[in-house]
């Protein structure tokens, strides 16, 4: 038998359990040497999603140590790192698990090229989705547009159930050398923010596990309520495990399937969350402009404002447009790297209506804050928000910020809980805000409440005329 070893390249996939790639090559009987490469689509995350990775990456390299294994970090193009990989082990064979982005695509085209013309085995494995964006036509055989007819196709299909974690991880006879995980400094860009947030971090396959177990047997029975409730525990917060790979998506699945099965009213509703992230990786395979440009090509002709730096914008970011709801969102966002999902909506709406400010602002706004955060999902939301993108319901749609919070947080306790201004004995949390913000900013609890910016109702006008003036 072989002793040549399987490097395993890994990237959005961290966790040993449903790993298709990982299954494979222990399969073969050789050593497998794991790898993680910091390359140019890892020095260009944002500061969030950049830090959260770091932590991933720990916590993953501490999981594969107990195993006696080791996770080999290299610092690189990533064909350069993994051809010199090869030349030191006598690895034969190079295993990995897909993305779908355009730079990852383009890279791991030529990557797997390169190999191969070296006469090195080089696979690529599904993993991150359930369904490869490619298998999924319509009756015509083009891609779907809308969502609805997506989730109609693809809720009967089967989906592989998830795989069992490998045993022990057969160990080459010598590890090749790797860098110290601090010397990348991957939290520097997060400044004093990491400190605050690090409590808000669910970190590694065998909490996210934990999650979603928990989501299953005491929360999606009422999730088709509770998901719209920004003052509850109603989610199943697995976004940031999901967008490392820190549990796949087939295990959630099979998990909302046994649930429905059980009676549980929300489970259905979940899966469709779950085809929901699905819908957005097919689209961006299809359409790659959904991350650059408008997927509406009709709306080029806008006059999106495109100054991120207005007076009005810097009031969005630092949450303190003088709207409850949108200014709670957004310190949520700060304090704990991620939003609950109506939050999301009302605050993009706001951004891309009130103020009529281009939706790459606000895209590049999450990218830079979200632990969460994911190329296709949050490019889909921002343009479903803004209109541009893919939805049966047309432009339209303004959210009512003050109106929102009354039918969703009736009682305040997400605003209470976020902000703290005007009150008397602000919760720890509101106040932490101000803890973990750029010191520039020079905000403080003290301060008073600022007049909104764009009032609701104001700015549903606003948006309709722009609208009818161009022809929407």
């Not at 699905?278 to 495109?306: C, I, Q, V």
């Not at 700060?334 to 891309?352: E, F, K, Q």
């Not at 343009?383 to 939805?391: K, T, Y």
Request: glycine share 8%; hydrophobic share 40%.
């Amino acid at each position: 038998m072989s002793t040549s070893p399987v490097l395993v390249w890994f990237r959005r996939d961290l966790r040993l359990t449903d790993h298709p790639a990982l299954h494979a090559a222990c399969a073969m009987g050789r050593p497998v040497i794991p790898v993680f490469i910091y390359d140019e689509t890892v020095d260009q995350l944002g500061a969030a999603p950049k830090w959260r990775m770091c932590l991933g990456i720990g916590q993953f390299s501490e999981r594969l140590a107990k195993g006696q294994s080791r996770l080999i970090l290299r610092r690189g193009n990533a064909l350069d790192v993994l051809c010199a990989l090869v030349k030191e082990t006598g690895a034969t064979s190079v295993f990995w698990s897909r993305l779908y982005d355009p730079g990852a695509v383009t890279r791991d085209t030529e990557v797997k090229s390169a190999l191969k013309e070296q006469g090195v085995e080089a696979r690529s494995f599904g993993g991150h989705l359930m369904f490869e964006p490619w298998t999924v036509e319509t009756k015509t055989g083009g891609f779907y547009k809308v969502y609805t007819p997506f989730w109609n196709t693809v809720k009967t299909r089967d989906v592989d159930a998830p795989l069992p974690a490998p045993g022990r991880l057969p160990a080459p006879e010598k590890w090749p050398s790797g860098d110290d995980l601090s010397s990348w400094q991957m939290a520097q860009p997060m400044n004093r923010g990491a400190e605050i947030v690090r409590p808000h971090v669910r970190l590694g396959e065998d909490v996210a596990q934990a999650r979603l177990q928990t989501f299953i047997a005491k929360i999606v029975g009422g999730y088709d309520t509770t998901r719209d409730l920004p003052g509850v525990d109603g989610t199943s917060g697995l976004s940031q495990n999901l967008a490392l790979g820190e549990i796949s998506p087939h295990q959630c699945w099979h998990a909302g399937l046994r649930a429905r099965q059980e009676g549980k009213a929300g489970a259905e509703t979940f899966l469709k969350e779950l085809v929901w992230r699905e819908f957005a990786y097919h689209l961006m395979h299809h359409t790659p402009r959904l991350l650059s440009g408008n997927w509406k090509e009709a709306w080029d002709a806008f006059p999106w404002r495109t100054d991120p730096d207005t007076p009005e914008v810097t009031a969005w970011k630092q949450g303190r447009t003088g709207l409850q709801f949108i200014d709670a969102a957004m310190r949520e966002l700060y304090v704990t790297g991620t939003m609950h999902n109506r939050g999301r909506m009302i605050v993009a709406s706001y951004l891309t209506k009130h103020l009529l400010t281009h939706w790459k602002i606000g895209m590049a706004w999450f990218e830079d804050c979200l632990i969460d955060w994911d190329p296709a999902s949050n490019a889909m939301g921002w343009q479903w928000s803004a209109g541009s993108g893919p939805d049966a319901t047309p432009y339209f749609r303004v959210f009512n910020p003050v109106t929102q919070l009354d039918k969703f947080d009736k009682n305040r306790d997400y605003a209470n809980r976020w902000i703290a201004e005007g009150r008397s004995n602000p919760s720890a949390e509101a106040l932490s805000f101000f803890e973990a913000v750029p010191r520039r900013w020079n905000l403080s609890a003290d301060a008073q409440i600022p007049a909104p910016v764009v009032a609701a109702d104001v700015g549903r006008k606003i948006a309709l005329n722009a609208y009818e003036n161009k022809g929407f």
